[in-house]
T-cell receptor, first 110, second 112 residues
Framework: EDQVTQSPEALRLQEGESSSLNCSYTVSGLRGLFWYRQDPGKGPEFLFTLYSAGEEKEKERLKATLTKKESFLHITAPKPEDSATYLCAAVIQGAQKLVFGQGTRLTINP | NAGVTQTPKFQVLKTGQSMTLQCAQDMNHEYMSWYRQDPGMGLRLIHYSVGAGITDQGEVPNGYNVSRSTTEDFPLRLLSAAPSQTSVYFC???????????FGSGTRLTVV
């Protein structure tokens, strides 16, 4: 069964304290791995797509990386406005759906 | 450019009532999907469409119907609401499923 697992479920950091979120996947064939940000009461907002192991993408304080078994979202020197739930999702070869992880709720304290 | 528009934002239904959740996109995207989001369950696919006139079931299709008569619109119909359908519903669209989906702001549905 295709599965995406995120850890930790929740993470609380001080402003400026760097860390990483993990997304591990067990899928039959990966076409792409997405990262989304979701603020309370809103829909997921697209951040990155990664297509192959070794690929990296950056946006402001965020950097996403991909290996054959997992993806990491590194957050460097975070600010309170980075507080949100971060979702990862896999697109499976031959399938039309995104398989989502349950998300990591990130809180950045000033 | 409005993106993906969902209406209504909030709805309370009584058990057994029917209703339609509306979704419209103005990006000329072929792929459209409906997801539900429940605490501890993540986002789960209800139905999807790869173009006008073509729809198919996702993981949790029971109790829901969809149709796609135009590229822009993809309504989700609840046939006979049940408390288990209390959830937040998201519509999403994409030009290609591997290029990233754009999500609407969601409909929070409560069935009492």
């Amino acid at each position: 069964e295709d599965q995406v697992t995120q850890s930790p479920e929740a993470l609380r950091l001080q402003e400026g304290e760097s860390s990483s979120l993990n997304c591990s996947y067990t899928v039959s064939g990966l076409r792409g791995l997405f990262w989304y940000r979701q603020d309370p009461g809103k829909g997921p907002e697209f951040l990155f797509t990664l297509y192959s192991a070794g690929e990296e993408k950056e946006k402001e304080r965020l950097k996403a990386t991909l290996t054959k078994k997992e993806s990491f979202l590194h957050i460097t020197a975070p600010k309170p406005e980075d507080s949100a739930t971060y979702l990862c999702a896999a697109v499976i070869q031959g399938a039309q759906k995104l398989v989502f992880g349950q998300g990591t709720r990130l809180t950045i304290n000033p | 450019n409005a993106g993906v528009t969902q209406t209504p934002k909030f709805q309370v239904l009584k058990t057994g009532q029917s209703m339609t959740l509306q979704c419209a996109q103005d990006m000329n995207h072929e792929y459209m999907s409906w997801y539900r989001q429940d605490p501890g369950m993540g986002l789960r696919l209800i139905h999807y469409s790869v173009g006008a006139g073509i729809t198919d079931q996702g993981e949790v299709p029971n109790g829901y119907n969809v149709s796609r008569s135009t590229t822009e619109d993809f309504p989700l119909r609840l046939l006979s609401a049940a408390p288990s359908q209390t959830s937040v519903y998201f519509c999403a669209s994409s030009s290609d499923r591997v290029y990233g989906y754009t999500f609407g702001s969601g409909t929070r549905l409560t069935v009492v």
